[in-house]
Structures are given as structure tokens and as C-alpha cells.
């Protein structure tokens, strides 16, 4: 069927069915990945009775390969064809989520079995991500990478919305194990997905090869431009203080305040909405305001959010905070994701976009193989409630000083050279 010509003046991104396949995969394996998020975490604390610091080895295990292998892996990218990457990975993790509901079958499942499942999907699913990340700019234009970007952190914002929902039902139905199983169903989708597009990308790896020589011009890039270095260092101190509270958020809310899985999954589920109100405003926000300051203000966004779960107590009123910190922090992650994966994009040239990405992205998840035993240290040593407070003035530290930085003159990608 063809599209008439003012349908795709309206909607530019129908004119590339390579990126409306891949935002079906992405979508698709979306879903499942916040039902997981959620069950992993009730599994470890309602099955296997996690204490705080076991649950900051568990968050900390599925980032700690972008601390020790990320860099490598944006060069290994650049080198490569990334579709047969997004393949292998996304049908690797799902035989490795598939190991979680067999290992509690067999009665084999323990916490150092569970970190190390963790540790290892962790290694896989970096190299995915340095390859997604570059991969849309061989699907659609410059001029469309934000609008892009917003459709794939939309179907993100829905899957947040969906997902913990159904991942608190299921859990409470089958139990967190078989929970587990449908992420491992919906990465096996995504693979076969991506496996049928039929891209043009470089065939030939380049021939001049020098390890070190390339990971130096990648953080160059990154750190050395002036406008991504301020955003890079931002974005680090945001994941630190954002991976104290995941850290602490699930054993506040069951141990503390006394909630079930259900109403966990629907506090998240509201993080959605907000993601979803986001997305859909973020281009038109970025255009009309300007990047820099679109971005700069989601950074306060967040810390206005998570002030609210401290406040929190049991009953209709507490849950009733805890929904709206997750809409506001959804909301910043909505408007604040396109942007800044937009115009990370546009400045870049192609053959640095896996390292720019691993870069940043390695980065920002070794803040969090750091943040998140720090979370569970701080509320052994301070308790849950304190240790999001901490969390709370790290982050309005953080946009502070984003906020006199350079970035905030950041108006458009296109415009702006390194």
C-alpha cells in the first residue's frame, strides 16, 4: 500500500520502513525488559530475601561490564556492521533470562547465581546498546533523528507504563521466575525482527587498526567538544544519584511502607505515563526553547520528583506520592531522552558514533556499578529514608552546576561543530 504525499508531510517517518520495523523490535523487547526489571527485583527481595547490599551487587552486576569493557566494545562498533550485533545479542539474552526461571525449577537459584545471570546479559546487552544507539542514523536523516529518537523513548514511556503493571500481575500469578520468562520471549522477537532489515552499512571494517589510538579519539571527541563534555559530566553525577534511589526504592516501598508487588508496579507504571507525556512534547520543546535549556531544566525536574518518596507512608496517601515522584521523573526522562540522543547524534560524525555512545553510556553505567552499592551501604548505615534525601540534594547539586555550564547555549545539533 503507498502512502499519499500529505500523509508523509505529517509524518516524515513513515518514508523509512527500516526504522518503523526496527521501533517494532525495539518496542517489542521494550516490554518485556520493564516486566523483568520489576520481577528481578521481587524475586531478590521476596524469594531469596536480599539485604540492601546484596541488592546494590545485583544492580551494580548489570552495569559493571560497561565500567570495565564499554570503551572497547564503541570501537569494536565503529569497526563493524551493528545489525548483525543487535541479532546476536538480543538472541544471546534471551537464552540467558531463560537460565533464571530453569535455575528456580531446579532449586539452583541463589543470589550469587541470579548476580551472576545479571553480570553476564550486562556484558551482552553493551554491546547491543553501542550498536543500537549508532544504528538509527543508518535508518533515517539528520533532520528526523529527534523525532525518531522521541517515537523510540515513547514506546519506552508505554512499555513503562504496561509493563510493570503486567509484571506485577504475573509475579503475583506465576511468581517472578516465569515473569522472567516473558522478557526472554520478547528479546527472541526483537532478534528475528531485526535479523529482516535490509540496511546499507559499511562492509569492510577499516583498515587502519590502533586500539588505543582509537579509544583516545573517541573520549576526545566526547570530553574535548564542548558542548557534550558539560553534558557528559552532568549525566554522570545524574546516574550515581539516580542509581541510589532504584537501589533503596523496592525495599522502601515493600519494607518499609508495607506495599505488595502490585502497587509497586503501579508506581512504576506511572513513571510511564510521565515518559509518554514527555516524548510526546520533546521535539516541539526542543525547537521552540532550545536544547540546552529543555535539558537543563529536566535535570531539576528529577530531583522535584524523588523528594516526594522520602514523604511517602503507608495507605492511599503514600502510594499517591510515590506515583507522582515516578510521573515527574518519567516526565524528565521523556522530554530530556530524544534531545540529548538527538543532538548527540547530529554532532557526530558516523565513524565515531559507537564510540561517542559507548563512551558516554559506559560512563554513566559505571556511575551506577558505583552509585547503587552506595545506596545499599548509606541505608544499612543512615537508613532508606536518609539515603534518599542524600540522593535528593546529589542530584539538585548536579543540575546546578549543569545549569551554569556551557550546554545551556545549545539550540540545535545541526549548527553546533566539535
Known amino acids: 500500500m503507498t502512502i499519499s504525499e500529505p500523509v508523509r508531510a505529517r509524518y516524515p517517518l513513515l518514508s523509512s520502513p527500516g526504522f518503523l520495523w526496527f521501533w517494532s523490535a525495539d518496542s517489542v523487547s521494550m516490554v518485556g525488559t520493564y516486566i523483568t526489571a520489576l520481577a528481578l527485583q521481587v524475586l531478590a527481595v521476596e524469594t531469596l530475601r536480599a539485604s540492601p547490599i546484596e541488592l546494590g551487587v545485583l544492580g551494580a552486576a548489570r552495569w559493571l561490564p560497561y565500567l570495565l ?160 563534555a558539560p553534558l557528559a559530566i552532568a549525566s554522570h553525577g545524574w546516574f550515581f544519584f539516580s542509581a541510589v534511589v532504584s537501589t533503596v526504592y523496592v525495599l522502601f516501598v515493600i519494607d518499609e511502607l508495607g506495599f505488595d508487588a502490585s502497587a509497586l508496579g503501579l508506581s512504576f507504571a506511572f513513571g510511564g505515563v510521565g515518559a509518554v507525556a514527555g516524548s510526546s512534547v520533546a521535539d516541539r520543546a526542543g525547537r521552540q526553547f532550545g536544547m540546552g535549556p529543555v535539558i537543563i531544566g529536566c535535570r531539576w525536574l528529577t530531583p522535584m520528583g524523588y523528594a516526594l518518596i522520602p514523604l511517602a507512608h503507608n495507605g492511599a496517601a503514600g502510594l499517591t506520592l510515590l506515583c507522582s515522584a515516578q510521573f515527574l521523573f518519567g516526565l524528565s526522562i521523556g522530554v530530556d531522552s530524544p534531545l540529548e540522543m538527538g543532538y548527540r547524534q547530529a554532532v557526530t560524525p558516523d565513524r565515531l558514533l559507537g564510540r561517542m555512545n559507548a563512551t558516554m553510556r559506559s560512563l554513566n553505567r559505571a556511575a551506577i556499578v558505583i552509585g547503587a552499592p552506595t545506596g545499599g551501604v548509606l541505608a544499612a548505615w543512615l537508613g532508606i529514608r536518609w539515603t534518599l534525601w542524600v540522593a535528593v540534594i546529589g542530584l539538585l547539586i548536579s543540575a546546578i552546576a549543569f545549569t551554569g555550564s556551557e550546554f545551556r547555549h545549545a539550540r540545535s545539533g545541526a549548527d553546533l561543530p566539535g
Not at 536523516?141 to 509493563?163: F, I, M
Request: net charge positive; glycine share 8%; hydrophobic share 50%.
Open 69 to 228: 569493557f564499554g570503551l572497547i566494545a564503541g570501537v569494536l562498533v565503529d569497526r563493524y556492521r551493528r545489525r548483525p550485533v543487535l541479532v546476536a545479542a538480543d538472541l544471546v539474552r534471551a537464552g540467558l533470562l531463560a537460565l533464571i526461571p530453569l535455575t528456580a525449577a531446579t532449586g539452583v537459584l541463589s543470589m550469587p547465581v541470579l548476580i551472576a545471570v545479571v553480570l553476564v546479559f550486562g556484558t551482552v546487552s553493551l554491546a547491543y546498546d553501542a550498536a543500537h544507539q549508532s544504528f538509527l542514523p543508518t535508518l533515517v536523516p539528520p533532520e528526523l533523528l529527534t523525532p525518531a529518537n522521541a517515537r523510540l523513548e515513547q514506546s519506552s514511556a508505554v512499555a513503562q507504563t504496561c509493563g510493570p503493571v503486567i509484571g506485577g500481575w504475573l509475579v503475583r500469578i506465576v511468581g517472578a521466575p516465569l515473569a522472567i520468562l516473558v522478557d526472554a520471549v520478547s528479546y527472541l522477537l526483537s532478534g528475528l525482527i531485526v535479523a529482516r532489515l535490509r540496511v546499507a552499512e559499511r562492509s569492510d571494517p577499516p583498515q587502519d587498526r590502533n586500539l588505543r589510538k582509537e579509544l583516545r579519539e573517541g573520549l576526545r571527541w566526547v570530553y574535548g567538544h564542548r558542548m557534550l
